[in-house]
């Protein structure tokens, strides 16, 4: 039974790194006796390295008395998938992200290890791979993967990091939702758009919006929706 | 010899579809005695149909006594492109136009006709297959294309649309800044980013900077470079 939580962003403006988050994942980790997390940092951030990646969130995983063990560190990483009791995928590029997953073969066995239980946490990039495929994110195309598609955990498409289009605004770009309207030109999948501090609590076979703002649902077809804290995506 | 306008929006805030770039078209189209255009209308800005899109332009080159014909409405479009003295690419999503262009087999008998001395106007998506890849487009992933590769018409990587930070901002999604220094974590080709109202004017060897605004210059592993009008990047 999957036991999930699928973030839109790991920092919210104005505080530290997961802090936000700090109180459901230690009740979640507590709950389930972990004390070691397996982190995929294969999303870099800004370029940063595995190493470095790993370090930053380790630190933040102290706090909670979990240690943390960075992917690219074991020799059969499919292996420490299958072994692990959770995993944290974190936010960065979500081409380069996928592109490594595909060239490791570790997508299905990420979304093997998701359906047998093992705790998930992603944050932005990390949450993008819970949907079917990588075709909303908002990243740069800056590698090209072998396919764009992710580990199918949930059964729609994220979109983190959410925006409303910004009143008055003179930049003739599109905004996020005319970027999925364009989707859904060319797609059937539902789209949740996961506003930044929103959350979906996976457990078992409910999929709950959690944070402090409503998401928006857009369906091929349909008239977008926005649904309160509390809803439960697995109606969808 | 090349012929180029590499524009990074089709319409600037406050002005119709393809206005501001009329006195520049009109010198150039009357110049080279060309009265009709051939569109690539396959990047669908917002999903319109291929005809749609292709009226839009047409109503914008009437003002010209250019008439337009839709690339999708030829049996050969190979030859279309190879038979024109003038091509339009528009804009909208880059995936799908790169898309389409691959899957038709059209990129490298567009870049040969460039390269022939065919004038070539680019807005957007339109621009970003100019470069070298498609790795530094703005847009979503909403489709697949077989390949990133674009026609490599100019020595670099266009960066459409783009956008200084905003100061203040509390979003935690990455600036455009940010991503380009992602793109070069993995590539080393030198990206322009090119601001609402600034083009490129491609005449044989020199790309020059047309329009109100600097431009920036991000190279790999050295600092970012603003550039004036009138600077030609062929010295890149």
Chains 1, 2 share one sequence.
Do not use: W
Not at 151 to 171: F, K, L, R, S, V
């Amino acid at each position: 039974m999957r036991n999930m939580i699928i973030a839109s962003t790991s920092t919210i403006y104005g505080s530290g790194y997961l802090e936000y988050l700090t109180p459901v994942l230690s009740k979640r980790l507590n709950a389930a006796g972990i004390s070691e997390v397996l982190f995929i940092p294969f999303a870099r951030p800004g370029g940063i390295t595995h190493d470095e990646y790993t370090s930053k969130a380790a630190k933040a995983f102290e706090k909670l008395d979990v240690s943390v063990q960075g992917i690219h560190t074991f020799q059969n990483p499919g292996e420490a998938i299958e072994k692990a009791t959770a995993i944290f995928t974190g936010g960065g590029n979500t081409f380069q992200l996928v592109k490594m997953l595909h060239d490791l073969e570790l997508m299905m066995p990420l979304r093997k290890a998701i359906y047998n239980g093992c705790f998930y946490l992603g944050t932005s990039a990390g949450s993008n791979i819970c949907g079917l495929n990588m075709k909303t994110t908002n990243d740069m195309p800056v590698v090209e993967p072998q396919s764009f598609k992710t580990t199918g955990a949930i059964g729609y498409n994220i979109n983190a990091h959410y925006q409303d289009p910004i009143e008055n605004d003179t930049h003739m770009g599109e905004t996020r939702e005319e970027r999925i309207k364009e989707f859904h030109v060319y797609n059937s999948i539902t789209v949740v758009g996961l506003r930044e501090g929103s959350y979906i609590d996976v457990n078992g076979s409910e999929e709950i919006l959690q944070g402090p703002h409503q998401a928006r649902i857009f369906r091929s077809n349909t008239e977008n929706q926005e649904v309160d804290p509390g809803f439960n995506f697995a109606t969808l």
